[in-house]
């Protein structure tokens, strides 16, 4: 079985999926806008299992709508995003799509969340539900 693998800019954070990831998803939110230098966030989750990781990442606690903390994980050198792990979802990591090796074959986002922050010009994506906060 072919894994995926990714990491930060720099190489010194590495990871493997050892599954697929079971969810796709966009999120518009200000947080993950800020966390990410761009207009939204492309998120895969998977299980935290499933998910192997070399190379320390700093640890962001930062705090959702529900108040609980959610763990933003970066490259101590490079600032790359790599993971965020939340309280109300546990077992789960969820994995920013734009670290891995290749993003050629990533599965569609099914969901849209925080749409409420969306540029207005954003278009949304064919069959992704669309929340305008956290479902």
């Not at 720099?10 to 599954?19: E, N, T």
């Not at 994506?125 to 669309?130: H, I, Q, Y």
Request: glycine share 8%; aromatic share 10%.
């Amino acid at each position: 079985m072919q894994y995926r693998q990714g990491g930060c800019l720099c190489g010194a954070v590495r990871y493997v999926l050892k599954a697929e990831p079971h969810a796709a998803a966009i999120c518009h939110c200000r947080h993950c806008q800020k966390q990410s230098g761009s207009l939204f966030s492309f998120n895969l989750f998977v299980s935290e299992a499933d998910y192997e990781q070399r190379g320390e990442t700093m640890v962001f606690e930062d705090r959702g709508d529900s108040g609980q903390p959610s763990y933003r994980h970066f490259c101590g050198q490079c600032g790359s995003p790599i993971i965020t792990k939340v309280a109300v979802m546990p077992g789960q990591v969820i994995v920013k799509a734009g670290t891995l090796d290749s993003v050629e074959d990533l599965p569609a986002p099914q969901t849209e969340i925080y749409t409420d922050s969306a540029v207005k010009w954003f278009k949304p994506f064919a069959g992704a539900r669309r929340f305008p906060q956290s479902p």
